[in-house]
């Protein structure tokens, strides 16, 4: 827990190759009440999209034994097949890959879906990349109606989706109840948005938010969305909590971290887990 908040752990903070009952374990024994799943552009974690029973059960009984739940999917994929591509068959395996991850999240109880707010990333954005890819959500908010499982943009580290009221550019054509914003502190600062007013703008439609460090985009560097050391970054994580303590936000938070080949990873997610147990108690004493 921070606070009276439910505090998960990203998947790919832990090395892949553990069972998903070690993970889900190794994320209680280091104090997270919640782990979230990837379903990014490799073939690996895609494939979980078209398990069979087998796979799915093995899945179950790892929740179950541990008592560890899977409440969100980053869903990524789209970054490689994404619904604003030029090529007809890669936005049909965009569409596909959006049905399949909602009903996998039907079938675990998996509540919200972490969308990629890329119309294309390996090609060059049109304005009918844009058209294809507002069609691409429309759709999807029509299905994640229809199954209640909720949609969730993330704040990227793209200019398309880099603040909440670009979400909200989005959000007015898709006036769905499914269809609401997951922001990151880290991307929404790297930016340089005034995150207090981003956060009160779109403090009705956040449904979690993620915790990590970034640096900063300047006129002369693009900035670092990924694998900043929390507390090396640009981001006042203490003035993020006070901004949505004051304005009632109860929902979850998600540490963001990735593991590399022959790191320290349990230190690593430990001492994250400490430098964000503090800053958050800064956040908490300065709004008393």
């Known amino acids: 827990m921070l606070g009276n908040h439910l505090l998960?752990?990203?998947?790919?903070?832990l090395p892949s190759a553990m069972s998903w009952e070690r993970r889900l374990?190794?994320?209680k024994d280091l104090g997270y009440d919640y782990v979230e799943i990837s379903i990014d552009e490799k073939d690996e974690r895609i494939e979980r999209l078209y398990w069979d029973d087998a796979h799915k059960d093995k899945l179950r009984r790892a929740i179950k034994k541990t008592g560890v739940p899977?409440?969100?999917m980053c869903l990524s994929c789209h970054r490689r097949f994404p619904f604003g591509s030029s090529d007809p068959s890669i936005r049909a395996k965009a569409y596909e890959l959006m049905e399949k991850a909602i009903l996998f999240c039907r079938d675990f109880g998996i509540r919200v879906i972490q969308l990629a707010g890329y119309d294309v990333y390996y090609e060059k954005s049109t304005k009918e990349s844009l058209q294809y890819f507002l069609d691409g959500l429309v759709y999807s908010a029509r299905l994640a109606e229809k199954y209640q499982v909720m949609l969730a943009m993330e704040i990227m580290d793209t200019e398309l989706m880099s603040s909440i009221t670009r979400y909200k550019q989005y959000k007015d054509e898709i006036p769905s109840p499914w269809f609401?914003?997951?922001p990151d502190l880290g991307n929404l600062t790297a930016w340089?948005?005034?995150v207090k007013s981003e956060l009160t703008l779109g403090i009705h439609?956040?449904?979690a938010v993620h915790l990590k460090d970034t640096l900063a985009v300047t006129p002369t560097f693009s900035g670092k969305f990924k694998s900043v050391t929390f507390g090396e970054g640009c981001v006042d994580f203490a003035k993020g909590f006070k901004i949505l303590e004051d304005l009632g936000y109860a929902g979850p938070y998600m540490m963001e971290m990735w593991y590399?080949?022959?790191?320290?990873w349990e230190d690593y997610i430990?001492?994250?887990k400490t430098f964000i147990e503090e800053r958050y108690m800064e956040g908490v004493a300065e709004k008393v």
């Open 192 to 194: 340089g948005n005034d």
């Open 8 to 13: 998960g752990l990203y998947e790919k903070a």
């Open 25 to 27: 374990q190794t994320a």
């Open 270 to 272: 430990t001492k994250a």
């Open 205 to 207: 439609d956040i449904v």
């Open 180 to 182: 609401t914003v997951y």
């Open 260 to 264: 590399s080949d022959g790191m320290d």
């Open 70 to 72: 899977i409440p969100s």
